[in-house]
């Protein structure tokens, strides 16, 4: 005979908030004024405000959140700066938000291995800013590059005009330290581009959020081009526009974008 399936006892989410707030301190969001900012991300077809939201800074904090929630049989829901497009960092009714934008530090750049290691809040655009002056930058360029946060990049496997040259997020990403959904820390990838064992990077990145959170994200960078051109060409028709496309690509030559 099949299991009978044990539902998760009601949350009392006035006790859940004393709780979390010996781990964050007033970083916890309860009113319900207030948590209807995090409703619903960029699709905002859906809507449904959580019934409470935390805001960890370190890896500490993200894996007592998890380990609390493990323990009490809580599900949580991971946002980072909510401008996605698909709905997922859609809030549940009866799940714990958890929102990684205070966790915003660059925390090591190696110029010399090409290499940078932030926090999952840090704005996609913030890691060229601080590498720019330098000659790097970073290649992943979704339209929201300026409010989009490297988290939710991760966690979509965002990609952008660049990624017809340069591919999209998985393909610079070389390394993670993650909590996992007991509240268990662990690092995967690490510093250099081929790890050996399975490629447990290339697994988390695009899981949105369904096998944990990562709170240190290692990149790769790239050296600035020498020279950089802008085209502009104008079609009759779509097809004449597609034709083009084809057969620019056919004779080899790869564009840094083309749209």
């Known amino acids: 005979m099949g299991q009978t399936a044990v539902p998760a006892p009601a949350t009392d989410w006035k006790k859940l908030a004393q ?6 301190g007033d970083r916890v969001v309860w009113r319900a004024e207030d948590l209807r900012v995090y409703e619903c991300d960029g699709l905002t077809g859906y809507r449904q405000p959580p019934p409470l939201a935390v805001f960890p800074r370190t890896t500490a904090e993200v894996a007592a959140i998890l380990k609390l929630c493990h323990q009490q049989q809580i599900p949580f829901v991971t946002r980072g700066s909510g401008t996605g497009l698909s709905g997922g960092a859609l809030p549940l009714d009866h799940a714990l938000l958890i929102v990684t934008a205070l966790m915003k530090q660059i925390l090591h750049i190696d110029l010399g291995q090409q290499r940078v290691v932030v926090q999952p809040g840090v704005i996609n655009n913030w890691v060229t800013q601080a590498v720019a002056g330098a000659g790097f930058y970073y290649a992943p360029d979704p339209s929201s590059q300026s409010i989009c ?3 939710g990049n991760v966690a ?10 340069y591919g999209v997020t998985t393909n610079h990403v070389l390394g993670l330290k993650l909590v996992l959904s007991d509240g268990e820390t662990v690092e995967v990838g690490g510093m250099v581009a081929e790890m050996p064992g399975y490629d447990l990077t290339g697994v988390f990145v695009g899981s949105e959020g369904t096998l944990g959170i990562a709170t240190e994200i290692t990149l790769r960078l790239l050296k600035t081009p020498e020279a950089v051109r802008v085209l502009l ?3 009759a028709s779509v097809a004449a526009a597609g034709a083009a496309v084809a057969a620019i690509t056919e004779a080899g030559i790869v564009p840094a974008g083309m749209e």
Request: hydrophobic letters at 45%; glycine letters at 14%; a neutral charge.
């Open 19 to 24: 709780a979390l707030r010996a781990i964050v």
């Open 149 to 151: 946060s490297i988290g």
């Open 156 to 165: 979509e496997n965002s990609g952008g005009v660049h990624c017809l040259k």
């Open 233 to 235: 060409a104008d079609f």
